[in-house]
């Protein structure tokens, strides 16, 4: 059982008050106070942090970085699942601005192991928000505003999948429903795995690497799954292979990303680097790609409309 008291007490030192971003910062290599109030969105900390404040508020920020995307993908998997979202004790809080969020409907699966996938997955997200809001207690974000319907369908036009002018519906069918999911769980395992050098609390790592290994067996059966779906259609290893170009285009300059098939691969449900690692993304290029931008300081976008909430906002965050 994680320990949920001294997490809470950590955080009480604040998440997110100019000593915590000016830690974060330097830590990262970012200059100055200044840059570092400059990404902040919403409303500072629920406490002032005593002058002494340890690396414990730092990790709770990097925290409350991860509970952004967890109710992005939350909210995703329960839309798909229920037709509706979280509820507002889940989501709601008074650090940052609580938004709402607009897309999704239960999607019409027709096949029963899918739809048993998607039911379980749905419950893990729900309760990785929960754990996080527990964790971190009147220090946690509130859920910012989101956009499901409007990025799925930028993304799909950015990456080609689409023209311009056509609608992506993530929720229409079982494939679009994969697809959709192949954009988040990748980028949520690389996530985690890049934030981990940044967390120096045991406890914190512990829960993070508990959420980064959940993460991971979501990523393989969302690959898996549209491999074999593609076996069937030729034609989904190509849409695939689109939306890892496209976010390989929005984070930086490396080629990591990696498709379901490859030269090298024919089958690729592991996207691994020359020694079977997993690669990480650093909060910047994960922002990147929820932003749908390339742009070095962004702080808004895709299927965040108005930001995340907290510190760890802008894309130019460790890069």
Do not use: C, W
């Amino acid at each position: 059982m994680y320990e949920k008291n001294f997490i809470s007490q950590a955080v009480k030192r604040s998440a997110t008050t100019d000593v915590d971003r000016r830690k974060l910062f330097a830590m990262l290599g970012v200059a100055g106070a200044g840059a570092a109030a400059a990404t902040v969105i919403g409303g500072g900390a629920a406490n002032a942090a005593p002058a002494d404040a340890t690396s414990d508020a730092t990790d709770a920020a990097v925290l409350n970085f991860a509970l952004n995307l967890e109710y992005l993908e939350a909210e995703f998997y329960l839309r798909a699942v229920t037709g509706e979202g979280l509820d507002s004790k889940d989501s709601s809080g008074t650090v940052g601005t609580y938004g709402t969020v607009s897309g999704g409907h239960a999607v019409p699966f027709k096949s029963k192991t899918i739809a048993k996938y998607a039911r379980e997955i749905a419950r893990d997200e729900r309760e990785h928000v929960r754990f996080l809001r527990g964790a971190l207690g009147a220090s946690a974000v509130a859920r910012p505003k989101i956009a499901l319907d409007a990025a799925f369908t930028a993304a799909m036009i950015a990456a080609g999948v689409i023209k311009k002018g056509q609608k992506f519906d993530a929720f229409a069918n079982d494939t679009n429903f994969l697809l959709a999911a192949f954009i988040f769980e990748d980028v949520g395992v690389t996530a985690y795995k890049g934030g981990a050098g940044l967390i120096s609390n045991k406890t914190y790592l512990d829960a993070a690497a508990g959420i980064l290994a959940v993460e991971a067996y979501h990523a393989g059966a969302v690959r898996t799954v549209l491999y074999g779906e593609a076996e069937k259609n030729h034609a989904i290893y190509g849409i695939v292979q689109k939306i890892s170009d496209a976010r390989d285009s929005l984070d930086g300059k490396g080629d990591d990303d990696q498709g379901i098939t490859s030269k090298a691969n024919p089958s690729n449900l592991v996207p691994t680097d020359k020694n079977g690692i997993a690669y990480g993304r650093t909060p910047g290029h994960v922002l990147n790609i929820v932003y749908l931008t390339p742009e070095t300081n962004a702080t808004k976008g895709g299927f965040y409309p108005n930001g995340v909430n907290g510190a760890v906002n802008s894309t130019s965050f460790g890069n």
